[in-house]
T-cell receptor, first 111, second 120 residues
Framework: SQQGEEDPQALSIQEGENATMNCSYK?????LQWYRQNSGRGLVHLIL?????REKHSGRLRVTLDTSKKSSSLLITASRAADTASYFC???????????FGKGTHLIIQP | GAGVSQSPSNKVTEKGKDVELRCDPI?????LYWYRQSLGQGLEFLIY????????KSGLPSDRFSAERTGGSVSTLTIQRTQQEDSAVYLC??????????????????FGPGTRLTVL
């Protein structure tokens, strides 16, 4: 069953604007990761935030984690057309090694 | 360097036939995972290998699904007597061990391009 739930399901913005996606999960986690998927094929790892971290940056990406609310957000600043993709949050908790993915946010950057 | 590769990239089969999907992980990665992505179910974890053993098979949806890994490298996912609901993209991922000699997998997984399976 899906643990992470992203919102919005779809997001369309103009190039140069910031894009924010949110993820909620249900059980305790060791870490939360964000992945990007282009054209429905392989996923690319973007960033990982551990359960004892509250915010993390990587280039134009900023991730926050609120374990009390069981939620995370992914901010992409100064969006580019190449950022058009589906974005998934994934959690790993307890003794599990497999990731549990949300349903994803489909981001479209309008040129 | 070479990433995770999967073959075939696309597979069309008839209902009731068996199919084998192959995954070549990144060299040196001891952990290997299979996931399935379908419109109705999203991304689902199927099975995890550490070396040649599979400590977590919890995601396999039925006994028609099996997987093996030999030599700590290549893995095959076999689906017997395929059904139309098996149509999906099957994704393989690999990762390093958490620390040298550890049986736990590192956090970051590297995904292959997937095999799109269509069961007619």
């Amino acid at each position: 069953s899906q643990q992470g739930e992203e919102d919005p399901q779809a997001l369309s913005i103009q190039e140069g604007e910031n894009a924010t996606m949110n993820c909620s999960y249900k059980t305790s986690i060791n870490n939360l990761q964000w992945y990007r998927q282009n054209s429905g094929r392989g996923l690319v790892h973007l960033i990982l935030i551990r359960s004892n971290e509250r915010e993390k940056h990587s280039g134009r990406l900023r991730v926050t984690l609120d374990t009390s609310k069981k939620s995370s957000s992914l901010l992409i600043t100064a969006s580019r057309a190449a950022d058009t993709a589906s974005y998934f949050c994934a959690t790993r908790g307890g003794g599990a090694d497999g990731l549990t993915f949300g349903k994803g946010t489909h981001l479209i950057i309008q040129p | 360097g070479a990433g995770v590769s999967q073959s075939p990239s696309n597979k069309v089969t008839e209902k009731g036939k068996d199919v084998e999907l192959r995954c070549d992980p990144i060299s040196g990665h001891t952990a290997l995972y299979w996931y399935r992505q379908s419109l109705g179910q999203g991304l689902e974890f199927l099975i995890y290998f550490q070396g040649n053993s599979a400590p977590d098979k919890s995601g396999l949806p039925s006994d028609r699904f099996s997987a093996e890994r030999t030599g700590g490298s290549v893995s095959t996912l076999t689906i017997q007597r395929t059904q139309q609901e098996d149509s999906a993209v099957y994704l393989c991922a690999s990762s390093l061990a958490r620390t040298s000699g550890s049986t736990r997998a590192a956090d970051t997984q590297y995904f292959g391009p997937g095999t799109r399976l269509t069961v007619l």
